[in-house]
């Protein structure tokens, strides 16, 4: 029986989505909404059937998720029998180490670190909320790009600054695009 998954990467101008076999890593459906805020923005969507691709106005990433949504339902392959959401995040701090099922206390908390991804996590949680108001019934789970370094010795995470700025303003090394290099340390 399928088991699909929709993944979700929100950017500060644009989605990238697929769902997901969680069973045979099989691509039902990919697509991007890009130009997010902007004019004329793009919106691509590829089933194994089909390739769609349209201009639509996108004035945030509310907007983007019902495109999302509605490009899912139109084109295939539906909503029906999504098993969970994964949501990549691109600053988890020193609070989110580990993928994170995702729950009103952990909005705040990305809400919290949004002055460390300013870019990044505001546009992220936006896309985390409107998934979660269009798919309340299943489980929405974080994936943090910081994750995959959070276990940095202190020698490799300190810079050379005063202990008390470095605590007070959260700076050290966090690490990026973690999920990329998990992915490939683990091939």
């Known amino acids: 029986m399928p088991a699909p998954i929709l993944v979700l990467n929100c950017g500060s101008s644009s989605v990238k989505y697929q769902v997901i076999d969680a069973e045979s890593e099989a691509v039902a459906a990919s697509g991007l909404i890009e130009r997010i805020g902007l004019p004329n923005g793009q ?5 194994p059937e089909r390739s769609e691709q349209f201009e639509a106005q996108v004035p945030d990433h509310g907007e983007a998720l ?8 139109d084109f295939g392959p539906g909503l029906d ?7 990549r995040a691109v600053h988890g701090g020193d609070r989110f180490r580990a993928p994170t099922l995702i729950d009103d206390a952990v909005i705040q908390g990305l809400s919290d670190l949004a002055v460390l991804a300013p870019l990044h996590n505001p546009p992220g949680l936006a896309g985390i909320q409107a998934a979660r ?3 309340p019934g299943v489980p929405h789970v974080a994936v943090f790009d910081t ?3 959070a276990d940095l010795p202190p020698e490799a995470y300190t810079y050379a600054i ?23 340390a683990a091939k």
């Open 133 to 135: 108001a269009d798919l």
């Open 66 to 73: 019902r495109l999302v949504v509605q490009c899912l339902t």
């Open 81 to 87: 029998g999504i098993i969970a959401v994964g949501h």
């Open 43 to 47: 919106v691509t969507h590829k089933t």
């Open 147 to 149: 994750a995959f370094f």
């Open 162 to 184: 005063d202990k008390q700025i470095a605590q007070a303003y959260s700076i050290r090394k966090y690490g990026f695009h973690g999920t990329s290099h998990g992915y490939v």
